[in-house]
């Protein structure tokens, strides 16, 4: 099977760590920056590393950004030159491109130019730490989509040594728990006790919540409130 190949355009922080840990992942990645100390840094990294004005069509066609299935461009400085790649890489037929924003304002101008997804990681880890901080029994949210989310949730006291079915958990809470991860010790092969993750993958209604468990539970996000709210 082929590797996919990627395109990172701008090696700020977010870009160059993307890149990094896409080449990781065994992808085949291109990196382009306008900086040859960062381009030159990253080199030795990934599969190809250019210097390049992302806003000259030329050189950036030139680069073979057109022959990735993806194309991040990582622009925080200027707005309208994260702009002006973004299109130049859609003009090449790159039907994926990711663009990383620096403000509200340009994710919308993004997203309403064809950006395929969208991201703003400042947004986003900010919103990360106040969730924690309000809901610290939430270890990960996933939005699926604008209204409906994927959480794990550290189970909350009412569950314990209750099974699914008792608990009306689709019924009460308008959710689905999808799978259960448990932390089980065990003695291991030095007599030691240690300790071994499992998971529940598919949890049936006689399936017991335990405490200390965390339940995988996907739902619209007024649903699950409900439990964050437990």
């Known amino acids: 099977?082929?590797?996919?190949?990627?395109?990172?355009?701008?090696?700020?922080?977010?870009?160059?760590?993307?890149?990094?840990?896409?080449?990781?992942?065994?992808?085949?990645?291109?990196?382009?920056?306008?900086?040859?100390?960062?381009?030159?840094?990253i080199s030795q990294s990934v599969t190809q590393a250019l210097i390049a004005d992302a806003t000259d069509e030329k050189a950036v066609k030139d680069a073979g950004v057109g022959d990735c299935d993806t194309v991040i461009v990582s622009i925080g400085e200027s707005i309208e030159t994260s702009i002006l790649a973004?299109?130049?890489v859609k003009e090449l037929g790159?039907?994926?491109v990711i663009v990383k924003c620096a403000s509200q304002w340009h994710l919308k101008v993004a997203a309403k130019l064809g950006a395929a997804t969208v991201i703003y990681p400042e947004f986003e880890t900010a919103k990360k730490l106040v969730d924690s901080i309000v809901n610290p029994n939430i270890l990960e949210q996933i939005e699926l989509s604008k209204d409906y989310n994927l959480v794990?949730?550290?189970?909350?006291?009412?569950?314990?040594g209750k099974a699914i079915k008792d608990?009306?958990?689709?019924?009460?809470y308008g959710v689905n728990v999808i799978a259960i991860r448990r932390r089980i010790p065990y003695v291991n092969d030095e007599g030691q006790t240690d300790i071994k993750e499992e998971v529940n993958m598919v949890p049936g209604p006689e399936d017991e919540i335990y405490q200390n468990d965390v339940l995988v539970a996907i739902?619209?996000?007024?649903?699950?409130?409900?439990?964050?709210?437990l």
């Open 152 to 160: 794990e949730i550290v189970a909350p006291k009412a569950f314990w």
């Open 1 to 41: 099977m082929k590797k996919k190949q990627f395109g990172v355009i701008g090696l700020g922080t977010f870009g160059y760590n993307v890149a990094v840990e896409l080449s990781k992942k065994g992808m085949q990645v291109l990196a382009i920056d306008n900086n040859a100390d960062l381009v030159n840094e």
């Open 219 to 229: 739902g619209p996000e007024s649903s699950l409130a409900k439990l964050k709210k």
């Open 167 to 172: 608990m009306g958990i689709r019924n009460n």
């Open 94 to 96: 790159v039907k994926n």
């Open 86 to 88: 973004m299109l130049i």
